[in-house]
């Protein structure tokens, strides 16, 4: 699947952040957010702001270091006002960040690909996806989704947040394959199913769980496809839609396994 270019990123990142923090600034700052219910509006608000895009902004401006190396999070306001304000000085700071960044240039991320545009390309579908929990909880009108942007973001959220595994891990794949065909911009993107196994250097949690990969065409039929517009699609998987529209065709059973990996927890 053909990208988006990074000047394209940069303004999905600007777009969506902006009608993030307008639909935010109308908002009870108590009103719960659906689509993460530990949360209200002002928490979310706080999260992008200063957890997210001030997190990343660092990351760019002093790259190619680990956050362990000197990013301090902001000290969280009292007041709404303030964290509106919060949240307009750190979001702009990551688009200057990346604006004067080359996508080439070496950066820590937690994935696989170490440079600033693995940053251009996350941070709008992370801001796309919080304009959506800013819609749900402030009861707005949902704005449209670019079907360029939620076409990138089906296979975004397959092949990295759900199917990037960590270096200290394996996965080991089944002859199961989903072909999910995004029906309004005619892009497929095919996932395999299998296992992951490994144990975390870190906190020496060990992991053996199903899971997906996405991966060139295979050669093979499907043993499923799954197809719907970019948006239900890209809301579905994030767990942000209920999927009416989209269709279902083969093997079911494959497609049950593979939403018991998509329901878990993206860590």
């Not at 790259?63 to 301090?72: L, M, V, W, Y």
Request: aromatic fraction near 8%; charge should be negative.
């Amino acid at each position: 699947m053909t990208r988006l270019s990074f000047e394209q990123y940069l303004g999905h990142l600007e777009t969506e952040s902006r009608r993030f923090r307008d639909v935010l600034a109308d908002c009870d700052p108590r009103a719960r957010v659906p689509s993460c219910p530990d949360w209200n509006a002002a928490d979310l608000l706080w999260h992008l702001g200063a957890e997210v895009q001030d997190f990343w902004a660092w990351v760019v401006t002093n790259r190619p270091k680990h956050p362990r190396e000197g990013h301090q999070e902001p000290t969280r306001p009292s007041s709404y006002d303030e964290l509106l304000a919060l949240f307009d000085d750190r979001s702009a700071a990551l688009v200057s960040a990346l604006r004067d960044a080359d996508p080439a240039d070496e950066a820590w991320t937690w994935a696989s690909e170490q440079t600033v545009g693995f940053t251009f390309r996350r941070q709008a579908h992370e801001a796309l996806i919080h304009r959506v929990d800013a819609e749900l909880a402030a009861g707005a009108t949902p704005a449209p989704i670019d079907p360029a942007l939620a076409t990138d973001g089906v296979d975004e959220v397959l092949a990295v947040m759900y199917g990037g595994g960590p270096a200290w891990g394996t996965f080991s794949g089944l002859p199961h394959w989903i072909r999910v065909d995004v029906t309004d911009t005619g892009e497929s993107v095919w996932v395999q199913l299998g296992h992951f196994s490994g144990t975390d250097p870190d906190d020496g949690t060990v992991y053996d769980e199903e899971d997906i990969a996405a991966v060139d065409a295979p050669g093979v039929e499907p043993d499923a496809v799954i197809s719907a517009p970019s948006d239900v699609l890209l809301l579905r998987f994030w767990r942000r839609g209920d999927g009416a529209d989209i269709h279902l065709a083969g093997n079911l059973e494959i497609v049950d396994r593979f939403r018991r990996v998509i329901h878990q927890p993206i860590t």
